[in-house]
């Protein structure tokens, strides 16, 4: 059906990770299964990495629209003011929207697929004559009550944003939102639960993010002399890696030998970076935590090949990129039973960690590392298992058969509104 597909991704960057890399994809996708034009709503900042990264043939089927408030085209996404710039930058959107449904009449079907947590839909719901496909939408999912040592002075702006989103599904902006979306995507069973009850019949659950495929096979697990831990993120408290420099300081305590065979890599950077470095100074794990910053992706690809165990320990995540890219690498993962990382891990992967309070998070990570630098067998037989599931459901293209499916509907539904009017 050739309808013209309008794709609302704030953050759309080939040359970019994280929000940018999944509107990018996103976008590919929708250009590969739609048989009609493909408008792109961006900031100006992605418009040219999206031209010459596209294929000529695809390049003449976009249209992009591209627009920042005044004196905000340069803001970087990790910025501290971006949350309250989306905002507005949203508000914009439904009239910059509105002049281009004006003068093409052509858009059929919106899609908002970046940035998208549950309590803020947009507006773009409101635009006439189309459909709107919601997601996929997280957010929903609020850390647990023991992570409060994470956060410090942090912990009470949490506390507001768990009351905020427990009360979603009575707001009558998400309940309008909810029930003028003909789909709407959600990326976790946290998120589903905020949604109001009757928006649920319109629900699918899909992860955001995905990947293009895997990239190795399972390597012959021996035991080694090293045992290298992964750890992938940005520094910053949801991140939790504190969780993974007290589990290796336990260890070293309770467990000397292990202790010594440990090689921990840490990637990323963010506002925590001084207070990570000093923790671990502190911890006395300054020889054996290597912290490497950021590195560009062609760098990161190795370090997931040479690692021998991915340790993810979000306590707040709608999914997580390196998860996927772990599991895809055939290195096998541990996250705590929540969330985004259940989603993913409980087909197949790694282990899960259930903890009721810090302290048991703590002992419960430390104990899956000691097992598992031992369990060789074990060890292939989750990667073996992350492969099998990321190939099953975590590939771009089957995004993209997703959306063709809600293509189709809507094609259906078209048609039978249609027949209605004329009879």
């Not at 704030?10 to 590969?32: H, R």
């Not at 039973?337 to 009721?356: C, F, K, S, T």
């Not at 104990?367 to 459901?393: F, S, V, W």
Request: one cysteine or more; hydrophobic letters at 45%; aromatic letters at 8%.
């Amino acid at each position: 059906m050739k309808d013209c597909v309008l794709i609302s991704a704030f953050a759309c960057d080939p040359s970019m990770g994280s929000e940018p890399y999944v509107g990018w994809n996103w976008l590919k996708q929708i250009l590969t299964v739609s048989d009609g034009n493909v408008v792109l709503l961006t900031r100006r900042m992605h418009e040219r990495p999206v031209r010459e990264a596209l294929e000529p043939t695809s390049r003449a089927r976009l249209d992009i629209v591209a627009f920042d408030l005044p004196g905000c085209a340069g803001m970087a996404h990790h910025h501290s003011l971006m949350k309250p710039y989306y905002v507005f930058w949203q508000v914009a959107a439904l009239f910059v929207v509105l002049v281009y449904q004006l003068r093409h009449r052509s858009l059929a079907v919106i899609q908002q697929c970046t940035y998208n947590v549950v309590d803020m839909p947009g507006l773009l719901w409101l635009v006439p004559g189309t459909r709107f496909i919601w997601g996929p939408v997280g957010g929903g999912q609020i850390p647990p009550a023991w992570a409060k040592p994470l956060y410090g002075r942090g912990w009470i702006k949490q506390r507001w944003r768990t009351l905020m989103k427990r009360t979603l599904r009575f707001n009558p902006y998400i309940c309008l939102a909810s029930y003028c979306s003909s789909s709407i995507l959600v990326a976790n069973q946290d998120t589903l639960e905020m949604l109001p009850r009757f928006a649920h019949r319109k629900c699918l659950k899909t992860l955001e993010t995905a990947v293009s495929g895997v990239t190795a096979s399972p390597a012959a697990q021996e035991p080694k002399e090293s045992f290298t831990l992964l750890w992938v993120g940005r520094l910053e408290p949801r991140k939790a890696l504190k969780l993974l420099l007290d589990a290796i300081a336990q260890i070293k305590a309770d467990q000397p030998q292990a202790y010594e065979r440990l090689r921990i890599k840490v990637l990323g950077t963010g506002p925590d970076a001084q207070k990570t470095q000093v923790e671990v100074a502190a911890l006395g794990l300054a020889g054996k935590v290597e912290l490497l910053g950021a590195l560009p992706f062609a760098e990161v690809q190795p370090l997931y090949e040479g690692a021998d165990l991915f340790v993810f320990t979000s306590v707040q995540d709608t999914s997580g990129n390196v998860l996927l890219e772990s599991l895809a690498s055939g290195l096998p993962a541990i996250a705590l039973n929540h969330q985004g990382p259940r989603e993913i891990l409980q087909n197949g992967g790694g282990r899960l960690i259930d903890a009721h309070s810090y302290n048991e998070a703590v002992r419960e990570f430390a104990r899956a590392i000691l097992e598992l630098m031992d369990a060789p067998q074990l060890l292939r037989a989750y990667a073996q298992a992350g492969l099998e599931n990321i190939q099953k459901h975590c590939l771009w293209e089957q995004k993209g058969e997703l959306f063709r499916t809600l293509l189709d509907a809507h094609g259906k539904s078209a048609k039978s509104h249609l027949a209605s009017d004329q009879a």
